[in-house]
């Protein structure tokens, strides 16, 4: 079987997509991977952890004619770096695969086993048959990603750490017991709800921009597997059963509360943009005040030793009176999900937050506990040039540093909450990577170390052979 060549960027991406979607811990040994290209038809890699998830993504271009079972070790040898190709081969008369690439100008390989009934498992096992894959419409691909930050894992009492796909409603629901998310306006193929385990890999840099089609299978397996296709990647897994998922319509406060605040984008575009950035983002709990009060709507915070800093919007529809302390990510998620209309129901009551349509997006959060910040001597940052209205007889006139934005960007591209964090995969893997430059910039380091010894020695004998000879010549004349 002659070798098959794969870029190494690729091998990389399937590694830390499939780690993620497998929730595989640093050091934990992942499954075999079946490389099998077929004639025209492009590459498909193909893993399968055994609880039955699993992911495959299909390489176009012609190749050999191949089928390999790479070690996951191998794998990530093998895809340690983001550029060049690999050339996989069979050895030892098929037991084992062998891994030829170029480590910057240096010929590197690598030799893996898979045992028997490992490979055999993986050569026999096929994808989820999907004939047709269906498209719950737009915006799908963003909310279910912006669902699955507010999962669960570790909930015992319920599945938390999946998301609700509900046919009847239409629905994505999701909650960690602090945050709640559920969004409307979308179309399932299935009958019943289906809890989803979240599916975090979708936040990978590979599949991250991708739009999402979905699609269930029901035959074959014994637990029915939800199928989520992006590009040319699909990951499966088994749906959850017999378990159970709160009501989330009974704890989602209704009424128009205390205060109502309508955002226009240009003020929610500003606070999205500074909101990570205002005081006291050391607090795990990164507290802020959320204050509806003279048509003004203020988020504000502070640190122990410095004045309070707070935001003040200048185009938003605010009435009613009310004060409430909560986490800034909370506020931050529901900005990212477009919600423009922020409910306050008083300290101890949760926020509740809408996307301007009935058929969007609507978060709730609890409020923390714990004394608002006062508004006395805090700098207000205010999202138009002008004077700040006049502060209530209550509290003394704050300083006010004036911003302006010409061209204010919508709220969710601008949110940095919005942007995934840097995967701690991908760091370890660039973490390898440079070890293995600065190894063999020490290795280089010594050589060159050595031919400097080797080059002062020989000028030493080469002065030393001089002075003899010109003592030499002294005496002769």
């Known amino acids: 079987m002659p070798p098959i060549n794969l870029p190494r960027r690729t091998l990389h991406s399937f590694r830390l997509v499939l780690k993620k979607h497998l929730t595989l811990k640093a050091r934990d040994a992942g499954p075999p991977v079946r490389v099998h290209a077929a004639e025209g038809g492009g590459t498909r890699l193909t893993a399968i952890g055994p609880d039955g998830r699993g992911i495959s993504l299909l390489i176009p271009g012609e190749r050999p004619s191949s089928d390999l079972v790479l070690p996951f070790g191998l794998l990530a040898e093998a895809g340690a770096a983001k550029t060049g190709d690999v050339a996989l081969a069979e050895a030892d008369g098929g037991d084992a ?117 979905v699609a269930r299978v029901t035959d074959g397996p014994k637990v029915p597997l939800v199928v989520l296709s992006a590009g040319d990647w699909r990951l499966w897994t088994p749906e959850v059963r017999d378990a159970r998922f709160p009501d989330l319509d009974r704890v989602v406060p209704g009424g128009e509360g205390k205060a109502t605040v309508s955002l226009s984008e240009a003020d929610a575009a500003f606070l999205a943009d500074r909101l990570d950035r205002l005081p006291g983002d050391g607090d795990a709990r990164r507290p802020v005040t959320l204050e509806a009060r003279d048509g003004l709507f203020l988020v504000r915070a502070a640190e122990e030793g410095a004045a309070a800093v707070e935001l003040a919007t200048a185009s938003s529809e605010v009435t009613g009176k009310a004060v409430a302390v909560a986490d800034r990510r909370f506020l931050a998620r529901a900005l990212a999900a477009g919600c423009a209309r922020i409910v306050l129901h008083g300290p101890e009551e949760p926020v509740r937050c809408d996307a301007p349509k009935d058929a969007g997006t609507t978060v709730v959060f609890a409020t923390l506990a714990g004394d608002a910040v006062p508004a006395e001597g805090a700098v207000r940052l205010i999202a138009e040039a002008g004077p700040a209205p006049e502060p209530s007889p209550a509290a003394a006139a704050p300083a006010t540093v004036p911003f302006r934005s010409p061209n204010p960007a919508p709220a969710v591209s601008r949110s940095k909450p919005d942007v995934p964090a840097a995967d701690p995969e991908a760091l370890l893997d660039r973490a390898a990577a440079l070890t293995a430059a600065l190894s063999e910039a020490a290795s280089q380091a010594r050589s060159l ?13 080469v002065a030393s052979a001089l002075g003899s000879l010109k003592r030499l010549g002294d005496l002769a004349a």
Do not use: M, N
């Not at 490992?118 to 047709?132: H, I, L, S, Y």
């Not at 570790?154 to 509900?166: P, Q």
């Not at 170390?449 to 004998?461: F, G, H, I, P, V």
């Open 449 to 461: 170390s050595a031919d400097l010894r080797k080059l002062k020695r020989r000028d030493r004998a």
């Open 97 to 213: 695969v062998v891994a030829h690439w170029d480590e910057r100008g240096v010929p590197r390989s690598a030799h893996g086993t898979v045992e028997k009934a490992d490979r055999d498992r993986a050569t026999t096992f096929a994808p989820p048959a999907v004939e047709d894959l269906h498209d719950p419409g737009p915006g799908f691909a963003a909310a279910l990603r912006q669902a699955i930050a507010v999962t669960d894992a570790e909930s015992t009492r319920y599945a938390l750490g999946c998301v609700r796909l509900d046919p009847h409603a239409g629905r994505i629901e999701a909650t960690d017991s602090h945050c709640l998310l559920i969004a409307r306006g979308f179309d399932f193929p299935w009958e019943q709800p289906v809890l989803l385990p979240a599916p975090h890999a979708l936040g990978c840099s590979p599949l991250k921009d991708l739009d999402v089609h």
